[in-house]
């Protein structure tokens, strides 16, 4: 299980370590996650321009982690912590429930590769599955 979280946390930093235009919306009446809804997924590199890239992507969002595609990293070590107290804000934004750190909260290391914490947030329902389940 241990190697599970710690691989889906890997996928999810590679991949928004990678964006050069993410654009964290604050109102997801434009999109969702419903294949054939004309909102869904395979419609999204149409709704704006700057999320054109959608139309080329192989393997976003929503993403079920138990796909053959999905690879188990294991040899990335343990997870570096650098955590630092901070000030935050919570905000339910109606679709996820965001904290963003107002200071410097401190860094995650993965194989290297320093992430600064600027906020996370969670979905409800899931974005992602396992075996097709939320």
Same mark, same amino acid.
């Given at each position: 299980? $241990?190697?599970?979280?710690?691989? @889906?946390?890997?996928? @999810?930093?590679?991949? %928004? #370590?990678?964006?050069?235009? #993410?654009? +964290?919306?604050? &109102? +997801?009446?434009e999109?969702?996650?419903?294949?054939? #809804?004309?909102?869904g997924p395979? &419609?999204?590199? &149409?709704i %704006?321009?700057?999320?054109?890239?959608?139309? $080329?992507?192989?393997?976003q969002?929503?993403? &079920?982690?138990?796909?053959?595609?999905v690879? /188990? /990293?294991?040899? @990335? *070590?343990?997870?570096?912590?650098?955590?630092k107290?901070? $000030?935050?804000?919570?905000?339910?934004?109606?679709?996820?429930?965001?904290?963003?750190w107002?200071?410097?909260?401190?860094?995650?290391?993965?194989n290297?590769? +320093?992430?600064? @914490?600027?906020?996370?947030h969670? %979905?409800?329902?899931?974005? %992602?599955?396992? $075996? *097709?389940?939320?």
């Open positions: 299980m $241990n190697i599970f979280c710690y691989s @889906l946390l890997v996928l @999810l930093l590679a991949s %928004h #370590s990678r964006l050069t235009t #993410s654009q +964290e919306v604050e &109102d +997801e009446k999109f969702d996650y419903i294949k054939g #809804s004309g909102k395979e &419609d999204w590199g &149409d %704006h321009e700057d999320w054109r890239l959608c139309k $080329n992507g192989e393997m969002s929503p993403i &079920d982690l138990m796909h053959e595609r690879q /188990v /990293v294991s040899h @990335l *070590g343990r997870l570096k912590r650098s955590y107290p901070s $000030n935050a804000t919570l905000k339910n934004r109606g679709h996820d429930i965001m904290l963003k107002v200071d410097d909260a401190g860094s995650i290391n993965v290297g590769t +320093e992430y600064e @914490l600027k906020q996370c969670w %979905h409800s329902p899931s974005e %992602h599955t396992i $075996n *097709g389940r939320r």
